[in-house]
């Protein structure tokens, strides 16, 4: 049932080569140590405690992620990054067993990799989880890897699965960027390596989903980014989720609604196959200074001049059909009819 950690190979001296920040690991690690040292026979952790933006376990939310996952396929690889120790893998993973037990899947079989870049936390879920990944069916199987999400991935990372999660992977980088990010960019620096990794190791040919779970309700550049044709958002909310709901409206600072919980939100991010991430613009407003009738949205191929037709926009606003088309680009879902 493929239940070890893969360690990353080392060079040769007994060390693991540095792939993110070594204080940013180094964090991670102290973090889940806390927890583990923390937790005690008699006052165990509770899986809340354990979790970021809401629980892993609410049916609501595993029902919703199962039905964006990609139905054509059936056999399923789902790659979780940033999993830290959380138990969202091996709790959508036991649902969708359970539906396919009671006829409810038309998937033959399952493959789950749940990755994070601290090997405690890795080796925490790994022990949590040694019995529930033992008594797996045997064509279900999950494993723990570690994967430095911002780094030049491995071969056999690209073009390798149907559907990424990120529970709380893209928030962090947003929240750090909030902290450290100097200049005007309207795009979060850490967020490009992200995105185009997330589109090199998901699958071509088979509308391959990233789903993103945040408390966030825009996330720009994701919205943005070159490498989906089409990105959906769900929100979730608290009246339907309850106490699953673990962030609160701090950012709130009305004292009658800012310990209230906030929603949740589900992003569905389909991979764009046309975009090449070592050759193309990331983001759908980068590389637009100007605009002419030449100009192409690279999603559906549509110039500008196709796009305002035989409307003379000198004498309606240059200004206005521009932005228009600055619009069309961002939201533009592939097709010629959108």
Known sequence: HGWSVMMIASNGKGQVPAKQNDKTIDFWDDFYKDLDSNSTEEQPSSNNDLEWIVSSDKPVVLDKLSRLLPVRRPSMRILEIGCGVSALSRSLLERMVRHQEDGKSSHLSYEFVSTDVSLVCLEHNL????????????????????????????????????AILDKGTC??????????????????????????????????????????????????????????????????SADLLGDA????????????????????????????????????????????????????????????????????????????????FRNHIIHCKGNRDN
């Open 127 to 162: 022990v949590r989880d040694a019995t529930f990944i033992a008594a797996l069916p045997d064509a279900a199987s999950l494993t723990y890897s570690e994967l430095n999400v911002l780094k030049e991935l491995p071969a056999c990372q690209l073009h390798k699965y149907d």
């Open 171 to 236: 928030d962090t980088f947003l929240f750090r960027s909030k902290r450290t990010q100097k200049g005007s960019s309207a795009h979060v620096p850490l967020l490009k390596p992200l995105l185009n990794n997330v589109h090199r190791m998901l699958r071509s040919g088979c509308e391959a989903k990233y789903i993103i779970i945040s408390p966030r309700s825009k996330l720009k550049s994701v919205r943005d980014f070159n490498g989906f044709t089409s990105v959906s958002r769900t929100k979730m």
């Open 245 to 324: 709901v673990l962030v609160k409206s701090n950012a709130d600072h009305n004292p009658r609604t800012r310990d209230k919980p906030a929603h949740v939100f589900i992003y569905e991010c389909t991979r764009n196959d046309s975009y090449q991430p070592d050759n193309d613009e990331p983001f759908a407003d980068e590389g637009m200074t100007t605009i002419n009738d030449d100009t192409i949205c690279k999603k559906c191929q549509m110039t500008f001049k196709s796009f305002h037709g035989n409307v003379d926009i000198q004498d309606q606003g240059v200004v206005q059909w521009t932005r228009r």
